[in-house]
C-alpha cells in the first residue's frame, strides 16, 4: 500500500513538472512584420499575446474571443532604428526629452534576447503562460548614456487573462545611477470621443502641449474633444479608462511607477499614424519621472504594470483581479 502510494505521489509530481515545464515554454518563435522576430505566447485558454525581440515590445494582447485589446498604427514601421509605433513601448533609460538622450531613451530601439535562465521573481506574474526577455548595455549604448545595466522585463498572461509586465533593472557598474522610465501602451477603444480616464482627479499634471506648466486636474474624468498630453504627478496604483460604447473598463494597476502620462494627439500629424487612427486608441502610460530612480552598484529596481478588461459595472474594487 505504501509503495501504491508513494508511485502515486510520483506520478502527480512528474505531471505536474511536465506541465510546469510546458507552461514556461508556451511560447513560439516566428519571423513578423519585415523579418523581424517575434514570439507569440498563448495559454490554454487560446488567450495571447505577442511581442517583438526589438524593442521588447508587445505589439498585441488577445482575450479568449480573439480580440485585439493593444493598438498598433496603420502606418507603424517595422524597420529598425525606427521605434514600432503602437502596442506597449518600453521607455528607458529617459522619460520623452527629460534629459539629453533621444526621447524616451534608446531601448526600445534595440535588439533584446530571451532570457533563458531568469533569476526567481518572487510574484503572481510568475506563474501562467510568459517569456522573459534581457538586454544588457553594449559599447554603442555606454557611448551616449555611460552606465551599465541590466534589463530583464517578463511578460505574462494572468490566470484571468491579464496582460502583466514586470521590468527588472540592475546597475552592473561601479557607480550608482538614475533613470526615468515607463511603458507607453496604446490602449484599443471604440472610439475616442466615447471613453473617459478615470483616478486622476484632484492631482496636479504637467501640460506637456504648454512647456510642462504645472495644473492642478478638478475634473472627476478625464474626456476628450481635442489634443490631451499630461504628465499627472504622484497618481493612485489604479487608473481606469471606461469604453462607454463596448461597455469594458480596462484596469491599469501599477508599482513603482509614481506617475501616469494620458495621451491622445487627435488630429495633429504624426507621421507614423494614420489620419483617423487617433479615433481608435488612448495611450494611459505608467511612469517614473517627477523623481528619477536612483540605483546603486549591484542594486536591482523592480516594478509591475497589470492590465485587465472587465465589464465597466466590475471597475470597482470588487471586480479587480487579485494581487
Known amino acids: 500500500?505504501?509503495?501504491?502510494?508513494?508511485?502515486?505521489?510520483?506520478?502527480?509530481?512528474?505531471?505536474?513538472?511536465?506541465?510546469?515545464?510546458?507552461?514556461?515554454?508556451?511560447?513560439?518563435?516566428?519571423?513578423?512584420?519585415?523579418?523581424?522576430?517575434?514570439?507569440?505566447?498563448?495559454d490554454r485558454r487560446g488567450r495571447s499575446f505577442e511581442v517583438y525581440l526589438y524593442g521588447?515590445?508587445?505589439?498585441?494582447?488577445?482575450?479568449?474571443?480573439?480580440?485585439?485589446?493593444?493598438?498598433?498604427s496603420t502606418k507603424a514601421i517595422f524597420q529598425p532604428p525606427t521605434p514600432i509605433r503602437g502596442g506597449i513601448?518600453?521607455?528607458?533609460?529617459?522619460?520623452?526629452?527629460?534629459?539629453?538622450?533621444?526621447?524616451?531613451?534608446?531601448?526600445?530601439q534595440r535588439f533584446w534576447e530571451i532570457d533563458a535562465?531568469?533569476?526567481?521573481l518572487h510574484s503572481h506574474s510568475s506563474s501562467g503562460a510568459h517569456v522573459d526577455l534581457i538586454l544588457k548595455s553594449s559599447e554603442a549604448d555606454l557611448k551616449i548614456w555611460p552606465h551599465k545595466f541590466i534589463y530583464r522585463l517578463r511578460v505574462a498572461l494572468g490566470h484571468g487573462g491579464d496582460l502583466i509586465l514586470t521590468p527588472r533593472i540592475r546597475n552592473s557598474d561601479v557607480e550608482p545611477f538614475n533613470f526615468t522610465f515607463g511603458f507607453h501602451p496604446y490602449f484599443s477603444v471604440s472610439d475616442?470621443?466615447?471613453?473617459?480616464?478615470?483616478?486622476?482627479?484632484?492631482?496636479?499634471?504637467?501640460?506637456?502641449?504648454?512647456?510642462?506648466?504645472?495644473f492642478t486636474d478638478h475634473d472627476k474624468?478625464?474626456?476628450?474633444?481635442?489634443?490631451?498630453?499630461?504628465?499627472?504627478?504622484?497618481t493612485p496604483n489604479t487608473l481606469r479608462i471606461v469604453d462607454h460604447k463596448k461597455n469594458k473598463t480596462i484596469v491599469v494597476r501599477k508599482r513603482g511607477?509614481?506617475?501616469a502620462v494620458v495621451w491622445n494627439p487627435w488630429d495633429k500629424k504624426v507621421s507614423d499614424l494614420?489620419?483617423?487612427?487617433?479615433?481608435?486608441?488612448?495611450?494611459?502610460?505608467?511612469?517614473?519621472?517627477?523623481?528619477?530612480?536612483?540605483?546603486k552598484p549591484g542594486q536591482e529596481w523592480k516594478a509591475i504594470v497589470h492590465v485587465s478588461v472587465v465589464p465597466s459595472g466590475c471597475s470597482r474594487k470588487s471586480c479587480l483581479p487579485h494581487k
Open 1 to 42: 500500500m505504501c509503495n501504491k502510494a508513494n508511485l502515486i505521489f510520483l506520478w502527480a509530481m512528474l505531471v505536474a513538472v511536465v506541465a510546469m515545464a510546458t507552461e514556461h515554454h508556451s511560447f513560439e518563435r516566428t519571423k513578423g512584420i519585415n523579418g523581424l522576430d517575434k514570439l507569440i505566447v498563448r
Open 117 to 120: 535562465n531568469p533569476p526567481p
Open 274 to 295: 494614420g489620419v483617423e487612427d487617433y479615433r481608435s486608441f488612448v495611450a494611459v502610460e505608467p511612469v517614473a519621472v517627477e523623481k528619477p530612480i536612483i540605483l
Open 221 to 234: 474624468v478625464i474626456t476628450f474633444n481635442s489634443q490631451l498630453d499630461r504628465l499627472y504627478l504622484r
Open 192 to 214: 475616442i470621443s466615447q471613453i473617459q480616464v478615470e483616478g486622476l482627479q484632484n492631482l496636479d499634471y504637467l501640460d506637456q502641449q504648454k512647456n510642462r506648466t504645472r
Open 56 to 72: 521588447g515590445q508587445v505589439t498585441s494582447w488577445k482575450n479568449e474571443k480573439g480580440e485585439e485589446l493593444l493598438f498598433m
Open 89 to 108: 513601448p518600453v521607455l528607458f533609460p529617459q522619460y520623452a526629452n527629460t534629459g539629453p538622450l533621444p526621447s524616451h531613451g534608446f531601448v526600445r
Open 257 to 259: 511607477q509614481a506617475d
